[in-house]
C-alpha cells in the first residue's frame, strides 16, 4: 500500500508557497474549515481523508481544532486547467518568522517589507490550501501543488493527501504549546507521529507584539 501510495503521488507536481508580511504566526493557536456558499466555500467537495490529513498535520504542529472562534481558517481548493498564478519571492518562512514581527498599520513605512512579485505558472490540476487570519480576514499563507493528476476512486484520495502533506512541508510553524510538553492532543512533541522523518527547522509561536 505504502508503494502504492508514492507512486500515485504527484511525480512532476511543483510545491510553491507565499505568506503574507501581516500574518501573526505566533499567535495563532486554533482553526477551522471555511464552508457556505458563494466565492468563500470550498470550491470542490474535498473528501474526509483530506480534510483528515490537515488535521493530522495541524495537529502535529500543535494546533488545536475549534468551531468557536478558531484563529484560522483552512480553505482547500482544486484548480483544472493550467493557470498563471501570483507568487512572490521570499524569504523561507521560518526564517522569516524567527527574525520579524507582524506588520500592520503602525509599522514604518522604512520597516515594512516590499513584495517582490513573480509570476507561476501552474500546471493542469492545482491543489490550494490558503490559511485565513479570522480576526483581520485576510489570507495569510498559500500552498498550493501543480500538476495533481487526480485519479478515480480511492487511488485519487492518496494522491489529494500526499500533495497535502507535501505542500503543509512548506509551513513549518509550530504552535507555543508544541515546545511546552506536548502538542494539544497530549501527544509526546519529540517523536511526532504519522509523519517519518523529522520536521527540520521549526518556529515555535512565542508572543510577539501585534
Not at 493530522?56 to 481548493?77: A, C, E, I, T, W
Not at 514581527?101 to 513605512?109: F, K, R, V, Y
Request: charged letters at 25%.
Amino acid at each position: 500500500m505504502l508503494l502504492l501510495s508514492s507512486c500515485l503521488t504527484s511525480r512532476d507536481a511543483r510545491i510553491e508557497s507565499s505568506y503574507s508580511y501581516r500574518g501573526r504566526f505566533r499567535h495563532y493557536r486554533t482553526y477551522n474549515f471555511l464552508s457556505g456558499n458563494g466565492l468563500t466555500a470550498d470550491s470542490t467537495r474535498i473528501s474526509e481523508a483530506l480534510r483528515d490529513a490537515v488535521k493530522q498535520r495541524m495537529r502535529m504542529q500543535g494546533y488545536r481544532f475549534s468551531h468557536r472562534n478558531p484563529d484560522l481558517m483552512v480553505s482547500l481548493k482544486l484548480f483544472e486547467g493550467d493557470i498563471r498564478f501570483p507568487g512572490f519571492v521570499q524569504d523561507d518562512i521560518t526564517r522569516w518568522v524567527k527574525n520579524n514581527e507582524a506588520e500592520n498599520e503602525e509599522t514604518p513605512d522604512e520597516q515594512r517589507h516590499a513584495y517582490q512579485q513573480t509570476r507561476l505558472l501552474m500546471l493542469d490540476g492545482t491543489l490550494m490550501v490558503t490559511l485565513i487570519d479570522t480576526h483581520t480576514d485576510n489570507a495569510i499563507w498559500n500552498g498550493y501543488a501543480s500538476g495533481v493528476v487526480v485519479p478515480e476512486g480511492l487511488r485519487g484520495e492518496y494522491v489529494l493527501v500526499r500533495s497535502v502533506r507535501s505542500i503543509f512541508d512548506r509551513y513549518r510553524i509550530f504552535t507555543e504549546n508544541y515546545f511546552n510538553g506536548g502538542n494539544l492532543d497530549g501527544a509526546m512533541n519529540a517523536q511526532p507521529s504519522g509523519e517519518p522523518g523529522a520536521a527540520p527547522s521549526v518556529v515555535p509561536a512565542s508572543e510577539t507584539p501585534r
